[in-house]
């Protein structure tokens, strides 16, 4: 049984997106221990800053994610 081609691509996107997630997030940690060690020092705000844009940019990819799954369940419904 083959997979229709926009089937895979849908899995292909979710794929991407839930890589591009976990990179988000690990940058976000790791901009956050900096700053925290950094704390007070110039330009530890900054770094902050760029942590706070990552943790968003997770949340909108998150979001993403969340409309592709529901798009997928709905043009490809399980079947038993």
Request: net charge negative; no cysteine.
């Given at each position: 049984?083959?997979?229709?081609?926009?089937q895979?691509?849908?899995l292909?996107?979710?794929?991407?997106?839930?890589?591009?997630?976990?990179?988000?997030?690990?940058?976000?940690?790791?901009?956050?221990?900096?700053?925290?060690?950094?704390?007070?020092?110039?330009?530890?705000?900054?770094?902050?800053?760029?942590?706070?844009?990552?943790?968003?940019?997770?949340?909108?990819?998150?979001?993403?994610?969340?409309?592709?799954?529901?798009?997928?369940?709905?043009?490809?419904?399980f079947?038993?």
């Amino acid at each position: 049984m083959s997979t229709d081609p926009v089937q895979k691509a849908m899995l292909d996107l979710m794929d991407v997106v839930s890589d591009d997630i976990i990179y988000a997030e690990a940058l976000a940690n790791e901009l956050v221990q900096g700053a925290k060690a950094l704390s007070g020092r110039p330009g530890s705000e900054s770094i902050r800053d760029t942590a706070l844009h990552w943790r968003v940019k997770s949340i909108k990819l998150r979001m993403q994610l969340a409309a592709l799954h529901e798009e997928y369940a709905t043009r490809f419904p399980f079947k038993m």
